[in-house]
């Protein structure tokens, strides 16, 4: 297995434990806790996905870069390309609708419920299932 081949096969099942842990563990675990508002929960949540998108799109680059540097199978990265396309959807046609009805909320404004949540929820699962799928194609070779 060459460099870019073992950084991309490390990448693709880092950002897979990270979506894992944060999207699906830390969201929906927090606002289980004693005394955690939906005001405190979506400013944190807000925090922790800030951070976790700037570090996926971080893990994209390499990845991406690693695709271009090394030799890996058609289907490995056409299923990794297809992550990083799903992050782009969510940070450019979701996030900002989330942010919105989070910042109207964090105002203490009545804002009502948002299909967005549930797009990037379906977002989320389409890139766990690509992101585990490419990872194993990876070590497939």
């Avoid at 842990?21 to 929906?28: C, K």
Wanted: with cysteine; net charge positive.
């Amino acid at each position: 297995m060459s460099t870019a081949q073992s950084i991309a096969v490390a990448i693709t099942f880092v950002w897979l434990g990270m979506v894992l842990a944060i999207s699906f563990i830390e969201a929906p675990v927090k606002f289980r806790a004693p005394d955690v508002t939906l005001r405190i929960g979506l400013g944190i949540g807000r925090l922790v996905f800030r951070v976790l998108n700037v570090v996926e799109l971080v893990l994209a680059v390499v990845l991406a870069v690693c695709l271009v540097m090394g030799t890996f199978a058609a289907a490995a990265e056409a299923f990794l390309l297809v992550a990083c396309v799903l992050l782009l959807a969510q940070l450019l046609a979701v996030r900002p609708r989330l942010n919105r009805r989070t910042r109207a909320v964090l105002e203490g404004l009545d804002a009502p419920g948002s299909h967005a949540h549930r797009a990037y929820i379906g977002l989320e699962c389409a890139k766990v299932v690509v992101l585990l799928v490419g990872g194993v194609l990876l070590l497939a070779g």
